[in-house]
């Protein structure tokens, strides 16, 4: 019973990777046509799963709850002397869900 545990989480972790992995390319993209303007290029990254019903809380902002888990990308930017922080919510088929800025200044 306990292998199978173990078997069953490893076997998760290894989907949920390649997954998450696999919306890397669409993620940039996304950032960069629903995104905030930037000094610097987007690079978002993976923040994790944000569960269905979870909520992300920013200083500013937040992004959900959803009816199902979505992968949660961070990207910091600025913009002259300011900078900020927004937050994409993709779904397994790494279309956008959600996007909002969750900090600015």
Known sequence: M?????LLAMTTMVLSTAASAACDHEITEIAATYGSRSDSPSSPVLAGT?????IHKGAQGQIGPFNQDV?????????HSGWFQEAFAL???CKLKAYTLLYSE
């Open 2 to 6: 306990k292998y199978s545990r173990i």
């Open 50 to 54: 944000l569960l269905a019903g979870d």
């Open 71 to 79: 992968y949660l990308y961070i990207n910091n930017g600025s913009f």
């Open 91 to 93: 779904d397994s088929d």
